[in-house]
């Protein structure tokens, strides 16, 4: 062992020293410990939002949009799709048509939007078509020729729907009548009732066969979008320039990432502050650890003054004093890394945490712990607690040993 963490060591566990100091020293380690464990868990939350976010946008929304503004519609759609499903990253290409209709039951109405598609290729693709907890996800007309809906979660929950109901969807693209321009409008019945986890979802969106929608919003035998799923998603912004080029002018192809900008970027600017402000706890905790080592340089002046006058350099003076504030920092940081994951880990499997999903889109807290995050926080709490610990231990090691003996 070392001479000089040999007497550091001896040092922070010696039981003659005065009790405040033994006090100022254990609040050092709990200030390191609460600073690096709620960074931990603000981090670790952060990044379960962010996470939790993307996988279920990704699960029913597709990577990349391929659109024809201004053309009402893509007519060719399913040459298009044969075509670009070769295309290398490309998982599945599934059209779809989108509209925003009054949904009636009940002598209720509401505004929904209804996503038309092809039933045996957006089944494979769309988790929200995999969770269906009510009812038969078919699309099959009954008795009486009347197409299905499948609705959400929350939407069913609200007004009672249950499979086997019938309810109105009126399109504001109306038709043209001896009386003028009438809205469409055609009664549905609800087979299914699905469940994305997602609440803007499962409150707002609800599916009908392709042929019924295209019908509902009088388009003919177009669509509005042909949706693709890739194999890393976090290839759209590429792949989504090869389908503009490919499919020509007039197309326009937007991803993911460009329609939910606005919410990654303010979770990404959360996890910034979120660092910033809970840091500075820590930052706290170093000044604690200053002044430990301070009030040690005073009370152990003495000390410092004999192992000088016995030949100890004024180096490894400066070394003890450091390595007591590295043991310091070490043991907050460790204690407040092995909290924060702990609590994070239990929080995040037991999902001790509810939330309003109307709010906050999921119905708890997600917890995420990174394994990145804590080699940052590491290395900035020990960073601090180093720091804190030059002063004392520059002036430790000036000390004047015939200065403190004189009167001894």
């Not at 078919?138 to 007004?159: R, Y």
């Not at 976090?234 to 937007?254: H, M, N, S, V, Y």
């Amino acid at each position: 062992m070392k001479f000089e963490w040999f007497v550091a060591r001896r040092y922070l566990r010696s039981p003659y020293r005065p009790a405040v100091l033994r006090l100022v020293t254990a609040f050092s380690v709990i200030g390191v410990a609460a600073g690096v464990a709620t960074l931990v868990v603000a981090l670790s939350m952060n990044t379960g939002f962010r996470e939790t976010l993307q996988d279920r946008l990704l699960g029913v929304t597709a990577h990349v949009s391929l659109t024809r503004p201004g053309a009402g519609g893509i007519r060719d759609y399913e040459a298009l799709a044969s075509k670009f499903a070769a295309m290398p990253g490309v998982r599945s290409v599934t059209p779809a048509v989108y509209q925003t209709v009054l949904f009636t039951f009940a002598h209720e109405a509401r505004g929904v939007v209804t996503k038309g598609i092809d039933l045996e290729r957006e089944r494979r693709s769309d988790e929200a078509l995999q969770r269906i907890i009510v009812g038969r996800l078919d699309f099959s007309p009954d008795a009486d020729g009347i197409d299905a809906v499948v609705v959400g979660k929350q939407l069913a929950q609200e007004w009672k729907l249950s499979p086997g109901d019938y309810v109105t969807l009126t399109s504001p693209q109306g038709r043209l009548t001896p009386f003028g321009m009438l809205p469409r409008s055609r009664r549905f019945r609800v087979a299914a009732v699905f469940d994305s986890g997602f609440y803007d979802y499962d409150e707002n969106w609800c599916f009908l066969s392709l042929p019924a929608a295209q019908a509902l919003s009088g388009v003919g035998d177009r669509v509005s979008v042909l949706e693709f799923r890739l194999y890393k998603p976090e290839q759209a912004a590429d792949i989504a320039r090869k389908l503009e080029q490919a499919a020509g002018p007039g197309f326009a192809a937007t991803t993911w990432m460009e329609e939910n900008r606005a919410l990654f970027r303010a979770l990404h600017l959360e996890k910034l502050v979120t660092a910033i402000f809970i840091g500075l706890i820590t930052f706290v905790a170093g000044l604690n650890v200053l002044v430990v080592l301070s009030m040690t340089v005073t009370d152990k002046a003495r000390d410092v003054a004999v192992l000088m006058s016995m030949g100890a350099r004024s180096q490894q003076i400066r070394r003890i004093f450091l390595w007591q504030g590295i043991a310091i920092g070490a043991t907050g940081t460790f204690a407040g890394l092995c909290i924060g994951y702990a609590f994070a880990w239990i929080a995040g499997t037991y999902h001790l945490i509810p939330l309003d999903p109307q709010v906050y889109a999921v119905p708890y807290v997600p917890f995420h712990p990174s394994l990145l995050d804590a080699l940052w926080i590491a290395a900035v709490s020990m960073g601090i607690s180093v720091g804190a610990t030059l002063l004392p231990a520059r002036a430790a090691a000036g000390l004047l040993p015939v200065e403190i003996l004189r009167y001894e």
